[in-house]
């Protein structure tokens, strides 16, 4: 099956601080998602994007398919941005999404 | 726009007696999902429903996990017995004939 890999595992940021986080994956994908999982549990969507690029406020994705690779943007880092990224991809319209291990962010005021 | 509802929130249960969880996806989606995921994991899917019908089960423990969405609209998820590591968080999430995955708070399951 498919297999996503999430870089960095961990990251710490200083407030105000920008960010790059990496997800490659080893199929072509029809579903891009990423996630913003927080410290309840609740997992927020944050992008849908197979491909191209997407901005909402400070978070911004892009996503290059022919490469198999998704990069999420975070710019002037909040500590409300603290929680765990997750990357998930989906091989077929409709099908279970593939999440990768996550990436934990601590941004620390 | 509600969002996806689960029930109950927490549940704590001792090992071998049995527990269920509620799932409400958003009004008209077809397809519905059921994750489990282990503290330190990313989600991993256990059971896709679209309607009424099983898509996929390939990853349900069928000897202990049982899932049902009898009107295709809400779904419950079973477990007897629960076993230490069902201790997970149990997630549901629903999507329209699209592709965009939108995910419930989780109910949250410890075994003893």
């Known amino acids: 099956g498919i297999q996503v890999e999430q870089s960095p595992p961990d990251l710490i940021l200083q407030e105000g601080a920008n960010s790059t986080l990496r997800c490659n994956f080893s199929d072509s994908v029809n579903n891009l998602q990423w996630f913003h999982q927080n410290p309840w549990g609740q997992l927020i969507n944050l992008f849908y994007i197979p491909s191209g690029t997407k901005q909402n406020g400070r978070l911004s994705a892009t996503t290059v398919a022919t490469e198999r690779y998704s990069l999420l943007y975070i710019s002037s880092s909040q500590t409300t941005d603290s929680g765990v990224y997750f990357c998930a991809v989906g091989s077929e319209y409709g099908n279970k999404l593939v999440f990768g291990a996550g990436t934990i962010l601590r941004v620390k005021s | 726009e509600a969002g996806v509802a689960q029930s109950p929130r927490y549940k704590i249960i001792e090992k071998r007696q049995s527990v269920a969880f509620w799932c409400n996806p958003i009004s008209g989606h077809a397809t519905l999902y059921w994750y489990q995921q282990i503290l330190g994991q990313g989600p991993k899917l256990l059971i896709q429903?679209?309607?009424?019908?099983?898509?996929?089960d390939s990853q349900l423990p069928k000897d202990r996990f049982s899932a049902e969405r009898l009107k295709g609209v809400d779904s419950t998820l079973k477990i007897q017995p629960a076993k230490l590591e069902d201790s997970a968080v149990y997630l549901c999430?629903?999507?329209?004939?699209?592709?965009?995955?939108?995910f419930g708070p989780g109910t949250r399951l410890t075994v003893l």
């Open positions: 999430a629903s999507t329209p004939w699209g592709n965009e995955q939108f």
């Open positions: 429903f679209q309607n009424n019908g099983v898509v996929d």
